[in-house]
């Protein structure tokens, strides 16, 4: 079955520095793929997506390039900021899936000052 | 556009009773809604899809007498805990999917956190 797998947390930055959050997948076919954000105590906001191979799904200063041939999805940010902490989620639906989404386990990322 | 809300917020309830979660896209039509249970540090786990007008489609190990799901109009599905224990404490989540989007993107209301006494 389809699966996402993320770098495990928790990541602690400083202000400013450079952010990388792993994300690899396996589905049959070609997902979609996306990334959600959790500030505590919320539900989930779409942070970006990519819907094909190639595709660069860019939001609020985060990236991430959909690689079919590595089968990843890695975010990423110039600088990071204190606002920015929060958990992070890839995920994916795979094709003819009725829309069912499969999670990571989420990444904490927390920004110090 | 693509906001979802959840009712309540939090619920504190005594073992035993029902606790009723309700789910509306407030300024979209859903087709497909789904309800997620996330325990404290891990990720969302799938616990059923809810299609307007049809029956839900529960994920195995999900008791289905347990938490009742009704999705009676495009805008509008229902979480029902019944006789919740303190086991059921968690933070419910519930998103949707707006008809006519292919790409399928979820869009998540901000969840209900469910304390069972």
């Known amino acids: 079955g389809d699966s996402v797998t993320q770098m495990e947390g928790p990541v602690t930055l400083s202000e400013e520095a450079f952010l990388t959050i792993n994300c690899t997948y396996t589905a049959t076919g070609y997902p979609s793929l996306f990334w959600y954000v959790q500030y505590p105590g919320e539900g989930l906001q779409l942070l970006l997506k990519a819907t094909k191979a190639d595709d660069k799904g860019s939001n609020k200063g985060f990236e991430a390039t959909y690689r079919k041939e590595t089968t990843s999805f890695h975010l990423e940010k110039g600088s990071v900021q204190v606002s920015d902490s929060a958990v992070y989620f890839c995920?994916?639906?795979?094709?003819?899936?009725?829309?069912?989404?499969?999670f990571g386990d989420g990444t904490t990322l927390t920004v110090k000052p | 556009g693509a906001v979802v809300s959840q009712h309540p917020s939090w619920v504190i309830c005594k073992s035993g009773t029902s606790v009723k979660i309700e789910c509306r896209s407030l300024?979209?039509?859903?087709?497909?809604m789904f309800w997620y249970r996330q325990f404290p540090k891990q990720s969302l786990m799938l616990m059923a899809t809810?299609?307007?007008?049809?029956?839900?489609?529960?994920e195995q190990g999900v008791e289905k007498d347990k938490f009742l799901i009704n999705h009676a109009s495009l805008t509008l599905s229902t979480l029902t805990v019944t006789s919740a224990h303190p086991e059921d404490s968690s933070f419910y989540i519930c998103?949707?999917?707006?008809?006519?989007?292919?790409?399928?993107?979820?869009?998540f209301g901000p969840g209900t956190r469910l304390t069972v006494l």
């Open positions: 300024d979209f039509q859903a087709t497909t």
């Open positions: 809810s299609n307007e007008g049809s029956k839900a489609t529960y």
């Open positions: 998103s949707a999917i707006r008809a006519g989007e292919q790409e399928g993107t979820q869009y």
């Open positions: 995920a994916l639906i795979g094709r003819g899936n009725a829309g069912k989404s499969t």
